[in-house]
Each structure stands twice: as C-alpha cells, then as structure tokens.
C-alpha cells in the first residue's frame, strides 16, 4: 500500500488521554512501517517514537547525546519494536534492513546550545541533513526534515505564512541556527527536485511540554525553573514582544501527519494563540502559586518580536490545528518538572 492510500486508510477511532492529561488520537492502520530518526533523545524527537512506536511501527533511533537526554528513551530500551544508535549524524553511515522514512530532528536546537555550538550547529544543518537525505536516497524511502520558524527571522509580516521569505540577519549571532535551517530546507528541496525525493518539511514553532531541558534558555522552562525555585521571572526587553506556544502532544500529531502526507512545501506547526512575553509570564506565576517578582534584561541580539504561525496551510492539508489549551498543556510541563523533585535534579 502507498503512503497516500495508507494516510487516507487511517481512521481516527477516538481520543484516549495520554501521559501527562495530552491527548492522543488512535489510528487503526493496515501496514507497519520502519523509520530512522535523527534527534531520538531528544525533547521531540522522543515523543515522537512514543508515538510512532504506539502506532506499531519501528524506530531506529539515532543521537549523539549533544544536547539529548538518555532518560527520554530509557523506558524504550528493550521494546522490540525500538532500536538505538549513539552516532553523529553529520559522519556518514547506513542503516541495515528496510526503511520506511527517514525523519531528520538532530539539530542544535534552543538558544542556550546554538550560541555555545555555532560549528555543530551549521554542521548538523549542513552534512546531517545531506546524510539522511543520502540515506533516503538509498533506501528510495521519503524524508522529513523539522524546520523552524528562525527561518522567517525577526518577521516583517504576520502572523508568518508559509510564503513569506523572512527577515533574518545572515552574519548574526542567531544566524548558525537560523541559516542551518534555511540551508537544510533548500538542500531538502534540491533532492526533491533533483532525485524526486518525497520529501517534507515541517516549520515548527516554539514547542513545550515534559522532557525539556530545564537550562536550555527556551522561555517555557526558564520560567517555570524560576518559579519552582522563588527566583525573579526574567523578562528580556519589555516583555512586549509575542510569542505562541504549541503543546509537544499537538506538536507530535502534526508531524504524524504530515508524514503521511504528499505535501512537498514547507508547512507551518504551532500554536496560533499569540501572548505578550508579560502575559506569558503572569500565566506561569498563577500556575505555580509563586509571588516571585519579574527582572527586566536587555534584549539578546535579533530576538523576534513577533511570533505567530498561520496555520490555514496544516488545516487544509492534514486537518491539524492545536487541540490543547495552555492551561492544559502548562499544568502537565509543571507537574513533569516538580515530579523530578528538586529543579536541579532535571539538569543535565
Ligand atoms: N522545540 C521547539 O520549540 C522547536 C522549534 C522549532 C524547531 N524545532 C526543531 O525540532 C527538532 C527537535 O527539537 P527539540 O526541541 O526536540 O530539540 P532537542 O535539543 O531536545 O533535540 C535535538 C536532538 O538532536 C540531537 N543531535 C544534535 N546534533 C546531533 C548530531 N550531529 N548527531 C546526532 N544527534 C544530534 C541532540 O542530542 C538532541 O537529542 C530540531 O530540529 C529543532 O530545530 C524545535
């Protein structure tokens, strides 16, 4: 059976919850299927195996540990339908026995890791998404590449659509990230045209939920790690600026989705409900019970001042939008973080 006849065959039956109250759609599907992907161990990466793995489908997952955590697929290992690889995807290999698709998520992938790791970070952009393409290639399998929404920069239009070519500064400090991206999409679409790839690529927009790194300077887990311990919120600039935040349970359904889907052109992910970093802020406080006051920074270099997918583009071609409520979607990251105990205990 072909993806499309097989994506058209999957009948949502319902909705059970999930781990941590998300949830989580049930599909009934004919075939299993054998992915590779990239970024096993890490934050989204790893609910995606959960997820696909749930489906019955194999998983050969692939980390070099630079910003993954081990304990995101701890509970996977000796489940015979998962397998792992520690390797660094920019250095060339192969996968043995046949693959369904490939889904590429390794990436340097919050602030705090990018700036550290500029090189890594244009490496994995560069040769690891030339890797997996290869390894598509072989294996005459479809591809997924996850994007950014660092692709548009600090946005001229909004809310961002997919047609929209950005604003971003190519020399600056965000620029390892943000052009690793904008290069990955390019090489994706090159293979497409060159090769007739099937290829996608999923522009994913800020993303929360348990199995963040408490210290990777994402504004989620800074500011529920500041309130869990009473200290300051930092807010940088005046807080004005905007940003949406799309629940890692949404997040995972769309990229479900949209690989099972015969859309070539980049389509947005996220959450199009848009907050002040100050309303984002009062949220956290409330949801935590902390009276911790808020410490206003300077703002880091080319920080966007708006944020906001378009998402008409995933309505009409996967029927996907958001199902869970910030409220929700927030108590659930609160309480994966207060029931690792101590905030301390959640760092790497
Ligand atoms: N979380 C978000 O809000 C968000 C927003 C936009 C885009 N994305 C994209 O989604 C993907 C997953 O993001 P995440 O939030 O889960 O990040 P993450 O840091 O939790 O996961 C990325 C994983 O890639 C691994 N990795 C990095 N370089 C590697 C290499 N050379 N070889 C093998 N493994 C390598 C890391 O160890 C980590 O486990 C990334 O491509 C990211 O750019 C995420």
New binding site residues.
């Given amino acids: 059976m072909g993806w499309s006849a097989q994506a058209a065959t999957a009948t949502s039956v319902g909705n059970e919850r999930g781990r941590g109250g998300s949830v989580v759609r049930v599909y009934i599907r004919s075939k299993r299927l054998r992915f590779i992907m990239?970024?096993?161990?890490?934050?989204?990466?790893s609910h995606l195996c959960d997820r696909l793995i749930a489906e019955g489908h194999q998983v050969v997952g692939?980390?070099?540990?630079?910003?993954?955590?081990a304990r995101n697929i701890d509970h996977l290992r000796g489940n015979r339908l998962f397998q792992f690889r520690e390797?660094?995807?920019?250095r060339p290999f192969d996968v043995d026995g046949p693959l369904d698709g490939v889904l590429?998520?390794?990436?340097?992938?919050?602030p705090v890791?990018y700036l550290e790791n500029p090189l890594?970070t244009l490496?994995?952009g560069s040769a690891?998404t030339r890797n997996l393409l290869e390894i598509a290639l072989q294996h005459q399998t479809r591809f997924m590449l996850?994007?950014?929404?660092?692709c548009y920069g600090d946005p001229l239009v909004h809310p961002q659509v997919e047609t929209y070519w950005g604003n971003v500064n190519p020399v600056g400090l965000r620029s390892c990230?943000d052009e690793s991206?904008r290069y990955a999409e390019a090489l994706t679409m090159a293979y497409h045209r060159v090769h007739r790839l099937r290829t996608n690529i999923a522009r994913?927009?800020?993303?929360?939920g348990p199995r963040?790194?408490l210290d990777?300077g994402?504004v989620v887990p800074a500011f529920i790690d500041q309130a869990l311990r009473g200290e300051p919120l930092t807010v940088f600039g005046d807080g004005s600026q905007t940003r949406s935040f799309c629940y890692v349970a949404d997040m995972v359904e769309g990229l479900y989705r949209l690989t099972l889907s015969d859309e070539r052109f980049p389509v947005n992910l996220g959450n199009p409900q848009e907050l002040t970093i100050l309303e984002f802020a009062e949220r956290i406080r409330r949801l935590t019970g902390t009276s911790a006051a808020l410490e206003f920074k300077p703002l880091p270099q080319d920080d966007p001042k708006r944020r906001q997918p378009d998402i008409s583009k995933a309505k009409q071609v996967l029927g996907w939008e958001p199902q869970v409520s910030l409220e929700e979607g927030l108590r659930d990251t609160i309480e994966y973080f207060q029931t690792l105990g101590s905030p301390a205990l959640a760092r790497r």
């Avoid at 996850?146 to 660092?150: G, I, N, V, Y």
């Fill in positions: 990239s970024g096993a161990a890490g934050f989204i990466g692939v980390d070099n540990f630079i910003t993954g955590d390797w660094d995807v920019c590429h998520l390794a990436s340097l992938a919050s890791d890594e490496d994995v690891g996850t994007s950014t929404s660092e990230y991206k994913i927009f800020n993303t929360y963040m790194q990777d994402r």
